[in-house]
Nanobody, 123 residues
Framework: QVQLVESGGGLVQAGGSLRLSCAAS????????MGWFRQAPGKDREFVAT????????YYTDSVKGRFAISRDNAKNTVYLQMNSLQPEDTAVYYC????????????????WGQGTQVTVSS
């Protein structure tokens, strides 16, 4: 019932910034907690950030705290991930997901997934 399309990825120098967007179609994202995940080459998928339906609850993985910020605009049916102070270890394919709750997303559970957008950070 939900289709998710990520955009905004690309190549950036270490210390730089990118802003990822996730546009949804079908059911409104206001019905879901939204999350971001990433997968680096040769590594498992990793939880990055999640935000509850009304934005009151936000979780980040420790490695991005203070650098990344998740936000949502339900009127635009879009969720964002602002990434600052990027480092080479942030290089990965980033995936947007819709989940039943922020707590579920934190544990890696989601109902719908996007196709991903590549983020590459050079040193």
């Amino acid at each position: 019932q939900v289709q998710l399309v990520e955009s905004g990825g690309g190549l950036v120098q270490a210390g730089g910034s990118l802003r990822l967007s996730c546009a949804a179609s079908g059911r409104s994202v206001s019905n879901y907690a939204m999350g971001w995940f990433r997968q680096a080459p040769g590594k498992d998928r990793e939880f990055v950030a999640t935000i509850s339906r009304n934005g009151a609850t936000i979780y980040y993985t420790d490695s991005v705290k203070g650098r990344f910020a998740i936000s949502r605009d339900n009127a635009k049916n879009t969720v964002y991930l602002q990434m600052n102070s990027l480092q080479p270890e942030d290089t990965a394919v980033y995936y947007c997901a819709a989940a039943s709750s922020a707590y579920a997303a934190k544990l890696g559970s989601a109902n719908y997934w996007g196709q991903g957008t590549q983020v590459t950070v050079s040193s």
